[in-house]
Nanobody, 113 residues
């Protein structure tokens, strides 16, 4: 049974930082590309950052230079360090794996101005 459990969301002031975690089970984590998506109210879900099996990372233009995705294969966990947060970063953040395709339940991030 696949499980992706996100944590670390919350309320933060603009300019602050949060670190999201996604703990995976039921998958072979080391062969999975992992990604973080987000969905704001009334908007489509969008890709925030991805990390490949070889560690190569990619980011949405809106978060480049502010967010950092990383993975710990020993802990079956992917992280999203979010710095210099802006009110427009407010959304539910979801973790996703590819083998199989599966989504976590999401964690709310709210950035106040």
């Amino acid at each position: 049974q696949v499980q992706l459990v996100e944590s670390g969301g919350g309320l933060v002031q603009a300019g602050g930082s949060l670190r999201l975690s996604c703990a995976a089970s039921g998958i072979i984590f080391s062969i999975n590309s992992m990604a973080w998506y987000r969905q704001a109210p009334g908007k489509q879900r969008e890709l925030v950052a991805g990390i490949a099996v070889n560690g190569r990372t990619s980011y949405a233009d809106s978060v480049k230079g502010r967010f950092l995705i990383s993975r710990d294969n020993a802990k079956n966990t992917v992280y999203l360090q979010m710095n210099s947060l802006k009110p427009e970063d407010t959304a539910v953040y979801y973790c996703k794996c590819d083998l199989p395709v599966y989504w976590g339940q999401g964690t709310q991030v709210t950035v106040s101005s």
